[in-house]
């Protein structure tokens, strides 16, 4: 469970021998999805939530080569502080230890580092999914889901995909689309519609007894989405203007791969005044609530 590769914060180590409950959190929302520092206070905002629910808050990163459990505060504001921070899907782990890179971890990324150290509970914003622009430009994040044993909790994934397309592909992978006290597939920081999520739950309790159902009959990833605080949602109308306008200068600057999130994001919080950055930060703290009330009903369930 700790191996030598593997740098673990000694508090999350401990939770974890003990089965106390733990929630991952990821970088690189921190790193790339939000600017400073907005990202510095989002971070810590979304591990006070997981303590004050009573769970081990374990933000994941790569540093200098050594892939890490549990951020130390110095660390912490280290990724936020930007720099040369490189952003590692699952796929980019073995050149950032290798080439001892630091690096920020996507969703896949944090979900493999996550089940290495026995965490099975994981917060993030919105997780990646199918882009709009290019038929093969598909998240990493929804394969990871298929073969990883960790419950992910969001607010569905990004406004800028293809939403319909990315719960096909989720399906395809066998990936329970857990909704908390809804019948929709939130689309992150809009209200909208995108479809049905395949189960809905009403409590903490239930979402965990539905991954360890899951996980007991061979089953990998699951999701657990809840949408964004509706006072914060942008409403859809104003959101797909900026998204349009978004889209057209990621084209015109010839922006490819890994980077058209980040871009898309950085825009977007700039064409709404600051709205979507609002709403961002609002569903990742709600988001990690969420996620530690399960990791202890998790918990309950397994002693
Ligand atoms: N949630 C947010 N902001 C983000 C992300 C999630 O609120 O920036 C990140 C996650 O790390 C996710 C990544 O894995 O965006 C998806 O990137 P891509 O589309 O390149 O797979
Ligand atoms: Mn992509």
């Known amino acids: ?39 510095l206070e989002t971070a810590r905002e979304a591990e006070t939530a997981v303590r004050e629910r009573g769970a081990v808050p374990a933000t994941i990163a ?4 050594r892939p890490t459990v549990g951020l130390t505060a110095a660390e912490l504001e280290r990724i936020a502080r930007g720099g040369p921070i490189h952003k590692a899907g699952r796929r980019d782990l073995a050149p950032a230890v ?10 896949s990324a944090t979900m493999a580092l996550a089940q290495s150290a026995g965490i099975r509970t ?51 992978h066998g990936v329970p689309v857990l909704g908390f006290q809804t ?9 909208g519609y995108s479809g049905a ?7 903490a309790a239930q979402a965990a007894a539905t991954f360890a159902a899951h996980v007991r009959m061979g089953g990998r990833g699951a999701l657990l989405a809840q949408p964004c605080p509706p006072d914060l949602a942008v409403d859809a ?12 200068d990621a084209t015109a600057e010839r ?11 950085a825009r977007l919080a700039e064409l709404t005044g600051g709205k979507t950055l609002a709403a961002n930060r609002a569903l990742i703290v709600n988001n990690a609530r969420l996620a530690a009330d399960v990791a202890v009903a998790l918990a309950k369930l397994q002693s």
């Not at 790569?62 to 080569?65: K, R």
């Open 183 to 191: 019948d929709e597939f939130p689309t992150f920081y809009t209200a």
């Open 122 to 172: 994981f917060a993030t914003g919105g997780i990646g999914g199918a882009h709009r622009e290019s038929e093969f430009d598909i998240s990493a994040d929804l394969l990871e889901l298929g073969r990883t044993p960790v419950l992910v909790v969001c607010s569905g994934a990004k406004s800028i995909l293809d939403l319909p397309r990315t719960l096909e592909i989720l399906e395809t």
């Open 237 to 248: 109308e104003s959101f797909n203007r900026a998204l349009a306008e978004a889209e057209l």
């Open 197 to 203: 999520v395949s189960a809905r739950v009403e409590t």
């Open 62 to 65: 790569v540093l200098d080569g």
């Open 98 to 107: 290798a080439l001892g890179r630091t690096a920020a971890t996507t969703v």
């Open 255 to 265: 922006v490819h791969g890994a980077d058209v999130t980040p871009f898309l994001l």
């Open 1 to 39: 469970m700790d191996a030598k590769w593997l740098a673990v914060a000694d508090e999350v180590r401990e939770a974890v021998s003990a089965g106390r409950p733990t929630v991952a959190l990821e970088s690189t929302l921190i790193a790339h999805g939000l600017p400073w520092p907005a990202n």
